[in-house]
């Protein structure tokens, strides 16, 4: 191919692809000039993706600010949706979710942040770094648990919600209450997630080092042939608050195949298809798998998909009133990280199909009634729900639910 094609073909490729602009401001409505906006994740309009959010091309792709605060970022694919992170000197880093180039400009609003007027014990600062000891921007850290003066757990309203790293991996955490530790969850582009315990404001400025982590293979068939587009989840065994990650989940791509990147290492996992991502009432059971140390690839082997079972059945009122329009069914599984609605119809009937065999929770929530304890299967620790394993097709189960008692 001729050197003077190349520009050709790249510009013929980007020419179909929109812009992604946007105008930064400060909460009075002041141009934010050189604030660093970059696109941090993405996802897909319509179905899944085999693609990992921060795995997309356009991740890599940032700008600056212009006097007038705007920016622009060009050629984007327009069937994604970009989660947009804007940091600027000063300022409290935000995004801009699910921003959408087809649409109208991003509108950002930057708020002032001052860390040198908070007391020493109400702040927790430091940098963030990869294995190599370079500086990691973007990455986000949430308050797991804490203690303050004020409160130890966990409240919403003490602890700053989020803090996120700048361009020199830097980040800064306040509080509302002089602070004796944090546990920190941070999440980051390439790097698996992880918890740092006890973080303390007499440790800043803290180094926190983060790595890349396993990762974790598998294949969803059908009938000997691969499963396209189906959504697989991830999720911990251990769901603690001391040690919980989150969950995530990845599409199937054309050979069946799935891959989790960026997954902590040496952890119990349940890896699942997803409820409903896989046509004609299939499903395939969870596995439980644990990952492999740094750097290892775990393969999960193939996820059969067989028919799934089907439940049936009809929600009652003990004071034989109809159940209103728009009632809806939760039915929740027990291992996967996997819950749906399912509307009922004008007698309170329901029809589920494509259900693995699992342990399952099964929930209706409406005003001024609650789920009998003349249920058999009702939950006996929280007496709100049903609970047992569906091994079968099951019909004609019957959910009563009674006036609360006032």
Not at 67 to 94: C, Q, S
Not at 124 to 150: N, S
Not at 377 to 398: A, C, E, F, P
Request: aromatic residues 6%.
């Amino acid at each position: 191919m001729s050197p003077a094609l190349i520009p050709l073909i790249l510009l013929a490729l980007t020419a179909d692809r929109p812009v992604l602009v946007g105008r930064v401001t400060t909460t009075d409505g002041a141009p934010v000039v050189g604030a660093h906006v970059a696109i941090d994740s993405a996802g897909v309009r319509k179905g899944t993706s085999p693609l990992c959010p921060s795995c997309y091309l356009d991740c890599r792709k940032s700008a600056e600010t212009d006097v007038k605060g705007e920016f622009r970022i060009d050629a984007v694919d327009p069937e994604l949706l970009f989660n947009v992170l804007v940091m600027a000197d000063g300022f409290r880093p935000t995004f801009a979710m699910k921003s959408d180039p087809l649409k109208e400009p991003v509108k950002v609003t930057l708020s002032a942040f001052d860390p040198s007027t908070f007391e020493a014990n109400r702040i927790l600062k430091g940098v963030v770094v990869d294995a190599g000891g370079r500086p990691l921007a973007g990455v986000k850290l949430t308050p797991q648990g804490f203690a303050t003066e004020a409160f130890r757990g966990f409240s919403p309203d003490i602890l700053d919600p989020l803090a996120v790293t700048n361009l020199k991996g830097e980040f800064v955490m306040t509080s509302k209450s002089p602070m004796e530790y944090a546990d920190l969850r941070a999440t980051g582009s390439g790097v698996a997630p992880r918890i740092f315990h006890g973080c303390k404001p007499e440790a800043n400025p803290q180094t926190l080092t983060m790595t890349p982590g396993a990762t974790l293979i598998g294949r969803v068939v059908r009938d000997g042939k691969p499963v396209v587009g189906c959504e697989v989840g991830l999720v911990q065994v251990n769901r603690g608050s001391d040690g919980w990650l989150g969950e995530t989940s990845v599409g199937t791509d054309s050979d069946g195949r799935f891959t989790f990147v960026n997954v902590h290492p040496d952890e119990g996992y349940f890896v699942y298809t997803v409820m409903g991502s896989v046509k004609d009432g299939g499903a395939a059971d969870a596995k439980k798998i644990h990952s492999g140390g740094e750097g290892a690839t775990t393969d999960a082997g193939d996820f059969v998909v067989v028919r799934g079972h089907t439940i049936k059945g009809r929600v009652l009122l003990s004071d034989e009133k109809p159940v209103p329009p728009k009632t809806r069914l939760l039915l929740s599984r027990e291992d996967a990280w996997d819950a749906r609605y399912f509307d009922l119809d004008a007698e309170g009937r329901f029809a589920i199909d494509g259900l693995p065999t699992e342990r399952y929770m099964l929930n209706v929530a409406l005003k001024g009634y609650a789920v009998s304890p003349k249920n058999h299967s009702i939950d006996t620790q929280n007496g709100r729900s049903l609970v047992g394993m569906i091994d079968q097709d099951i019909d004609g189960l019957k959910i009563l639910l009674e006036p609360r008692a006032r």
